[in-house]
């Protein structure tokens, strides 16, 4: 079983470097698949309200025989709960659906701008967070401006920024501005949505390289870049895959060919104009 190593949130909680993603992960195929992962060695597990499958993960949870302490549960805000006193409320709902006491990590999903209510929302998760029913707060999909403007609002700064980024939209900007304000970049769809990535002549080229596959070879590139990162499968053969990447390294040239994969490529939503589940 593989043992993913931690990084250090900027409040002193540490996130393995590797999770379990659950995205268009079926409800009822939840539990059998976060189950897998926690036996292939995984112990972060992210998930959304959005996806419904919270109470999937919740059984699987419940039922995998590790300590909850060893355990990082993530999951995030929808959009139209956004604002002080839905927030409060849909928390609660997601608690109760993992059927757990607290969270690790709580995010806010996406900034929609349209609503413009992330401020308000904020607040609501420094409350939750100062209550202890948190152990760190963040955010998804924010871009530079939206951070600013937290910031500057903010009482506690986001401890995560959980973004799509894979070597084709590679956001160095917005990697380095995480870094000088202690904001850990945490990647979504690491592998690009639509397959092109993994049969990439580069990544392919290297993958025989060192004799992995092209996933572990995108994967491995995201943590010498210092990223959290949370691939998703159903299938156990590739959960046990994207875990197995802590026993090789990519060398400086290996690196730079897949850094000059980058085309500022998106496979999802632009957060500046993504207001799903916003009624005006």
Known sequence: MTTVPNITLSNGVQIPQLGFGVWQVPPAETEVAVRTAIEAGYRSIDTAAAYENETGVGAAIAACGVPRDQLFVTTKLWNRQQGYD???RAFETSLERLGLE???LYLIHWP??????????WQAFEKLYADRLIRAIGVSNFQIPHLERLFDAAGVRPAVNQVELHPYLQQPELRAFHREFGVQTEAWSPLAKGGALLTDTTVAELAAKHDRT????????????????IPKSVTPSRIAENIAVFDFALDDADMAA??????GRRTGPDPDTFNLGYDA
């Open 102 to 104: 607290y969270l690790d």
């Open 258 to 263: 897949l850094g000059n994969l980058d085309a």
């Open 112 to 121: 929609m701008p349209a609503a413009d209510r992330y401020l308000d929302t």
């Open 86 to 88: 839905t927030t409060l």
């Open 214 to 229: 092209p996933a572990q070879i995108v994967l491995r590139w995201h943590v010498q870049l210092g990223n959290v990162v």
